[in-house]
């Protein structure tokens, strides 16, 4: 699962909105993809702070139930795509992928 962390206002969001919709239909149903609207609701502010998804849009990328990769800010669809085929598929590293300094954590039900 990628879940996108936006506001409507974000400028980097809504360039990177129409990329992961591309990435999106090009897995189908091998992967899902969820918007969270980080300002919608008292739970979705809630949720941002756990995480600490403050630089927006930040990525993160959920598999077995865990956070295993985050990324933050704008990216093209080719980077996307690279990181789900990575995370997903144990495909290669993307060439010049740097996660971010920030600790993973299990998503707690």
């Known amino acids: ?17 129409p990329q992961l919709d591309k990435v999106a239909a090009e897995y189908g149903s091998k992967i899902t993809f969820l918007k969270i609207d ?11 702070t756990k995480l600490q998804a403050f630089a927006l849009p930040t990525l993160f990328f959920i ?9 933050e800010g704008a990216m093209l669809a080719p980077k996307i ?20 300094n920030v600790e993973i954590r299990q998503i707690v039900g």
């Open 38 to 48: 980080a300002e919608q609701s008292s739970e979705n502010q809630a949720l941002t």
């Open 1 to 17: 699962m990628v879940v996108d962390f936006f506001t409507p206002d974000c400028a980097p969001c809504k360039l990177i909105a």
């Open 63 to 71: 598999r077995d139930g865990k956070i295993v990769e985050r990324a």
């Open 81 to 100: 795509k690279s990181l789900c085929e990575h995370i997903f598929f144990d495909g290669p590293i993307p060439q010049g992928w740097k996660p971010p």
